[in-house]
């Protein structure tokens, strides 16, 4: 086993070397040639391989700081060379990237069974732009009938309310019909208990 004060930079050097590598054929292979779920997989790959890259760099940073000074200056120097590395390939990951999400954009403006715009069409072909107008059609139809379900409702609402207010005031005649006939009962008994006074007097 090693015990220098170098050979677990030299490890993680190493590490990182490997990785690097893996990362250089990913963005030049499948990550820059494929397309659709195999670029998308190749570029997942990408990013989890660059953690694994920084996390080396990190570890090689540690180790240096138990480095005779001696060597330090070329350790140092192997560090700064590796952080440009990686750097660089951070980079060419998010230009990739932002590659995708631009084709992805623009594939999503064109819709499956629907051809390109062009200058001429800027719809789409004939047969798009029919489509189209189909659906402007069917979206204006159904809006007239929002229209005219709010009207009815309305109406409804309106007939509704009318009554109600006719039902309130044959409520009210009620009451009133009922006030009265108690009242014409009270008097009855009145004039019923007066006439008997009289009678009894006469008696």
Not at 133 to 162: P, Y
Request: proline share 2%; glycine share 6%; charged share 35%.
């Amino acid at each position: 086993m090693d015990n220098s004060p170098t050979s677990l930079f030299d490890s993680y050097e190493q590490d990182f070397k490997h990785i690097v590598s893996s990362i250089r054929e990913k963005l030049e292979g499948d990550a820059k040639n494929e397309s659709g779920e195999a670029r998308k997989t190749a570029l997942r790959r990408v990013e989890m391989e660059l953690d694994e890259a920084d996390e080396m760099v990190s570890q090689m940073e540690i180790e240096i700081q138990g480095i005779p000074q001696s060597l330090k200056a070329q350790y140092t120097s192997r560090i700064k060379a590796a952080k440009n590395d990686l750097q660089r390939f951070k980079k060419a990951s998010k230009d990739l990237h932002n590659s995708l999400a631009r084709s992805d954009l623009l594939s999503s403006t064109t819709r499956p069974g629907m051809g390109p715009a062009t200058s001429d069409e800027p719809y789409g072909s004939s047969n798009d732009r029919t489509r189209l107008l189909a659906g402007t059609a069917l979206l204006e139809d159904g809006s007239r009938r929002l229209v005219d379900s709010q009207r009815i409702a309305l109406e409804t609402e309106e007939q509704g309310a009318d009554i109600l207010r006719s039902l309130r005031g044959q409520r009210e005649q009620i009451q009133n019909s009922r006030d009265t006939l108690q009242r014409a009962d009270t008097s009855i008994d009145r004039a019923s208990g007066t006439l008997k006074k009289m009678i009894r007097r006469w008696l």
